[in-house]
């Protein structure tokens, strides 16, 4: 599966951001399916996770009332979107693909990472 996120830009804090991951390949729509980021300087922290039918979402305590992560699996797309964007938000998103169809909140799970997209939120 390759997977490309695209979305990202520059926005103002209290904004709101919607980010794509295009996953292609014969089972793209197979797995469970994680956004992450890694801001400058931390380490990658996984945001959201979302089963291989959409059927069941997790998101990280610190960052779940203001994320939604959803999946169109005709168009093999994962979004992820951002609302009330802080600038602690800036960093890097990714998406990756899990080893299992189940929802996961462990980095552990996930490979088969994608390209980035750079999100910056200005105050």
């Known amino acids: 599966v390759q997977l490309q996120a695209s979305g990202g830009g520059v926005v103002q804090a209290g904004g709101i951001l919607s980010l794509s991951c295009a996953a292609s390949g014969r089972t793209a729509n197979t797995w469970a399916m994680g956004w992450f980021r890694q801001a400058p300087g931390k380490e990658r922290e996984l945001l959201c996770s979302i089963s291989w039918n959409g059927d069941r979402t997790w998101c990280e305590d610190s960052v779940k009332d203001r994320v939604t992560i959803s999946r169109d699996n005709f168009k093999n797309i994962i979004y992820l979107k951002i609302f009330s964007l802080k600038p602690e938000d800036t960093a890097v998103y990714y998406c990756?693909?899990?080893?299992?169809?189940?929802?996961?909140?462990?980095?552990?799970?996930?490979?088969?990472w994608g390209r980035g997209t750079q999100v910056t939120v200005s105050s």
């Open positions: 990756a693909s899990a080893r299992y169809s189940s929802v996961s909140s462990d980095q552990r799970d996930y490979g088969n």
